[in-house]
Antibody, heavy 117, light 111 residues
């Protein structure tokens, strides 16, 4: 079955960077885009961008354009999200999701990133 | 402020039907080139896709959930409400290419 397993929770100080991983299994990694979505505590969902697992090209939401980098390692069937210059507003659960006809068919369990001094 | 507008909460009794609206603009929900999906989310859990391409069900999903779209508004109807349906529901518009996902603010369903 399709599974997306994300890395564990992170605690960072303001100004630091974070890298979250998303290891996939149960399907051919190069067949589907991987999206990243975040959810601040008690808030809604916010799309951050997506990465093409074949080319490695990524599209980012405008609000994250300057601080986000999405990468992948096809040999490890894994995708990665890097976010720099963290502030308390970046405290959120970060999800990876496998594309399903353009939308999010399969989701990782989420990774809590806490930013605090 | 979310790109798509949903009511903050709805409620219903077991066995009843409820409808959650999702209002956007001609550039998203009202666009013929974009589609709408719906997610169900329980506390502390990842969202789960329940409707895609406006009104299709992922394999194995209950047909008590149904989707529709008219003009700039999409709707999710849940029939035969059950206590286990208590969750937050999000709508999302999406398309191919570089089109970003847009989400509604979420609707908390109380049964």
């Amino acid at each position: 079955q399709v599974q997306l397993v994300q890395s564990g929770p992170e605690v960072k100080k303001p100004g630091a960077s974070v890298k979250v991983s998303c290891e996939t299994s149960g399907y051919t990694f190069t067949s589907n885009f991987i999206h990243w979505v975040r959810q601040a505590p008690g808030q809604g969902l916010e799309w951050m961008g997506k990465i093409n697992p074949v080319s490695g090209n990524a599209d980012y939401a405008r609000s994250f354009q300057d601080r986000v980098t999405m990468t992948r390692d096809a040999s490890a069937a894994s995708a990665y999200l890097s976010l720099t210059s963290l502030t308390s507003a970046d405290t959120a659960v970060y999800y990876c999701a496998r594309d399903f006809g353009g939308t999010g068919g399969y989701w990782g369990q989420g990774t809590l990133v806490s930013v605090s001094s | 402020q979310s790109a798509l507008t949903q009511p903050a909460s709805v409620s219903g009794s077991p066995g009843q039907s409820i409808t959650i609206s999702c209002t956007g603009s001609s550039g998203d929900v009202g666009s013929h080139s974009l589609l709408v999906s719906w997610y169900q989310q329980f506390p502390g859990k990842a969202p789960k896709l329940i409707i895609f391409e406006d009104n299709k069900w992922p394999s194995g999903l209950s047909h008590r959930f149904s989707g529709s779209r008219s003009g700039n508004t999409a709707s999710l109807t849940i029939s035969g409400l059950q206590a286990e349906d208590e969750a937050i529901y999000y709508c999302s518009s999406y398309g191919g290419g570089s089109t970003p996902w847009l989400f509604g603010g979420g609707t908390r369903l109380t049964v």
